[in-house]
């Protein structure tokens, strides 16, 4: 009767610690509310409808240069950054493997030996010291006990609060992060490797312009020292034409190493040694890229690989707040053991005489100095808010950039036209000078300073080209085009598929 109502007592006790602890729970899991995760977008960028979105173009489709489509295919094979991030890839993969392991039993097998003298000044001595009679029968344990162990144990946190389940999920989500993060990634490169490509091409087609002026300035040079021998125009002319052809033919040298400069960039990108770049720089004043068609705002969020990342984080950040929530409640473990266990080796496989085992359920719970676990749980709440802000701040970040290249391709296309404009005045203007000068109608420095102004807008004219078509490669970037949305980097499918691990991992849960 004692024995049933010491029962009774222990059995309230832990009843009334169940109570004092579900109510501790609720007291540090209320929270305020979460900011909205859903960031407001406008239903269109400004000036324009596009219902198409140019992202889902393969990169091979929208850059039809040949040149740079083989530049591009050989750095997603080699780039050395890409290549790091496919290693950090494979250890999130690790980390997914792991948090799936830790939700099934662990199970172990092996086998031991030890030997075990007791000291005669204790309670085992002791008992040993009464047993002569059984000794002198060759009953007894010898004193010098062996032990000899053949087994496996058994050990099970039952995921009674999902704890474990959703430390797997968040470590999942995680994982197709990385996969976002290395699409976009992918996008930087093609994005990169076009620019620098179209940057080179104007590069050369500035060395073509430079040494076409350099060799009409050498012939204006000799027919200013002609006009000189005929006392119609002074040293100081001769002086002023020759230091204009100095000045350009420095800076031929210095375009020349701006060529050498990019095209080791090039190479770098592609995980190349320095070799020369095969491009066409014919005909740059015609090039143009596909016109962009935007799609709906909407769609950044499915194409923009860093905003999907983004998503995914702030997904991983709730089940991080779920299982560090679970950690207050009760967990539940089961331990086992089973084997073969004898004091001699010839009869340890003796069954049943040799076998042992042994079975044992835990439930334990925090009561007292739960600190720790308080900040964890505070910590993933706090990193949860901070990664709905860095998705928000993504999701705005994308749209702007998205409306700056549109503004930029209206913008540059209208003042490439006008640009285009003023080269053909000033190479008008540079035969009229030329005629006027030969003729003693307009000074020798009216002369020059048309051949300068002809020359720099010449130059400006392909600086603005490279910017214009740059600013066709940004928007393709800035709606996450560049990537293959079927297989994650080199062909052209438009169709958007889950990493093909991502079902294998997540299988077997």
């Known amino acids: 009767m004692n024995m049933q109502n010491l029962k009774n007592k222990l059995l309230a006790f832990n009843f009334v610690c169940l109570i004092v602890m579900v109510q501790g729970c609720s007291s540090v899991l209320r929270r305020g509310p979460l900011p909205s995760s859903d960031p407001p977008l406008p239903a269109n960028f400004p000036d324009t409808a596009g219902k198409k979105n140019s992202a889902v173009i393969g990169w091979r489709e929208y850059f039809k240069d040949p040149n740079l489509t083989s530049i591009i295919s050989t750095a997603l094979q080699n780039n050395m950054e890409l290549n790091i991030l496919l290693q950090e890839i494979e250890a999130a993969k690790a980390e997914v493997r792991a948090k799936k392991g830790a939700i099934l039993p ?3 097998a092996g086998t031991s030996a030890g030997l075990d003298k007791v000291g005669r000044h204790t309670p085992a001595g002791a008992a040993e010291d009464n047993t002569a009679n059984e000794i002198a029968a060759g009953r007894a344990v010898p004193t010098n006990t062996p032990n000899f ?37 992918i996008t930087n490169i093609v994005s990169e490797i076009a620019q620098t490509y179209y940057e080179l091409v104007a590069f050369d087609n500035q060395l073509i312009i430079l040494k076409r002026t350099i060799e009409i300035q050498q012939n204006a040079l000799e027919a200013v020292k002609l006009q000189k021998a005929n006392a119609r125009v002074t040293e100081l002319a001769v002086r002023r034409f020759e230091a204009e052809v100095l000045k350009n033919q420095s800076r031929l040298f210095k375009i020349q190493q701006q060529i050498t400069v990019t095209e080791n960039k090039l190479n770098y990108l592609a995980g190349r040694y320095p070799q020369p770049i095969k491009r066409k720089s014919e005909g740059y004043d015609r090039f143009m890229l596909d016109r962009i068609d935007t799609g709906l705002p909407i769609e950044l969020l499915r194409n923009r690989p860093d905003v999907r990342k983004a998503e995914l984080e702030l997904a991983a950040t709730g089940l991080d707040v779920k299982a560090a929530a679970a950690r207050f409640y009760p967990s539940l473990s089961i331990a086992g053991a089973l084997g073969l266990q004898s004091f001699s080796l010839s009869s340890a496989f003796n069954a049943p005489a040799s076998v042992m085992y042994a079975a044992a359920a835990n439930v334990m719970a925090p009561l007292i100095n739960r600190s720790a676990i308080k900040a964890n749980f505070l910590g993933a709440s706090a990193r949860q808010i901070g990664a709905i802000y860095t998705y928000q701040q993504t999701v705005l970040k994308a749209y702007i950039e998205m409306v700056n290249q549109l503004a930029q391709i209206k913008n540059y296309g209208q003042s490439y036209d006008l640009k285009t404009q003023q080269v053909a005045a000033l190479n008008d203007s540079i035969t009229i000078a030329g005629q006027l000068f030969f003729n003693a109608r307009a000074d020798y420095t009216e002369v020059l300073f048309t051949q300068r102004d002809a020359l720099e807008s010449k130059m400006d004219l392909v600086e603005l080209k490279q910017e214009q078509l740059s600013a066709f490669v940004k928007a393709y970037k800035a709606l996450g085009g560049g990537y293959n949305r079927a297989a994650g980097g080199s062909g052209n499918s438009t169709k958007m598929a889950v990493p093909p691990a991502a079902g294998e991992l997540r299988g077997g849960a």
């Open 106 to 108: 662990f199970v172990s």
């Open 149 to 185: 162990v053949f087994g496996g144990t058994f050990d099970w946190e039952v995921d009674i609060w999902r704890k474990l389940r959703n430390e797997r999920d968040a470590a999942i989500l995680r994982y197709l992060g990385t996969q976002e993060g290395r699409n976009f990634m």
